[in-house]
């Protein structure tokens, strides 16, 4: 079965820590993104790459950067954490232009205190 | 600019009534427009899916959606609604441009409630 993983679930972190959420994707997808989700705003682009080490920023991407060194991982980082961070984080991967849709991961709960 | 508005927070129906959750949208050039379902403390599920074709689109358990490109809308629909189907519901909408980024730009929600 094809799938989206992301690293942990659930994660309490402390405000001003480096914070990294991992994903990976088993279906050799070109492009991967990450999203977060808050009630009542839907799911907001942070970053997407389309490739191995491209990256574009996306509609909210100030306070996070990502990584891709491998096609099938792509790494989210929360440079300094700050509780307006506290959010839903899904990664998300796509064949080619990504018409087909996405498939996405469970999820990542960060919690920042 | 993309957008996409869902105007309902919430959608209550009784089990066994069609459901529609409704869906408009705003877009350059003919749009790819997707929905997805999440479940509690899950990631979003693809549902179904427009691209070209027929405007009414059958997805998965039971699902599906009319396009209608002069109203810019791409409603979901169920003829009849089960407990289990109670969950989030999200439009999404891809510029159908063959150039260009592959930004998908999602709507807010719907949280669709069923009752028994």
């Known amino acids: 079965d094809v799938k989206v993983t992301q690293s942990s679930r659930y994660l309490v972190k402390r405000t001003g820590e480096k914070v990294f959420l991992e994903c990976v994707q088993d279906m050799d997808h070109e492009n991967m993104f990450w999203y977060r989700q808050d009630p009542g705003l839907g799911l907001r682009l942070i970053y997407f790459s389309y490739d191995v080490k491209m990256k574009e920023k996306g509609d909210i991407p100030e306070g996070y950067s990502v990584s891709r060194e491998k096609k099938e991982r792509f790494s989210l980082i929360l440079e300094s954490a700050s509780t307006n961070q506290t959010s839903m984080y899904l990664c998300?991967?796509?064949?080619?232009?990504?018409?087909?849709?996405?498939?996405f991961g469970s999820g990542t709960r960060l919690t920042v205190v | 600019a993309q957008s996409v508005a869902q105007p309902e927070d919430q959608v209550n129906v009784a089990e066994g009534n069609p459901l529609t959750v409704k869906c408009t949208y705003s877009?350059?050039?003919?749009?790819?427009l997707f929905w997805y379902v999440q479940y509690p403390n899950r990631g979003l599920q693809f549902l179904l899916k427009?691209?070209?074709?027929?405007?009414l689109v059958k997805g998965s358990y039971g699902f599906e959606a009319e396009f209608n490109k002069s109203q810019t809308s791409f409603h979901l629909k169920k003829p009849s609604a089960l407990v289990s189907d109670s969950a989030l519901y999200f439009c999404a909408v891809r510029d159908g441009r063959l150039t260009g980024g592959f930004k998908t730009i999602f709507g807010a929600g719907t949280r669709l409630f069923v009752k028994a």
């Open positions: 427009y691209i070209t074709g027929d405007n």
């Open positions: 877009v350059s050039g003919n749009p790819y």
């Open positions: 998300a991967s796509s064949l080619g232009r990504a018409i087909y849709g996405y498939t």
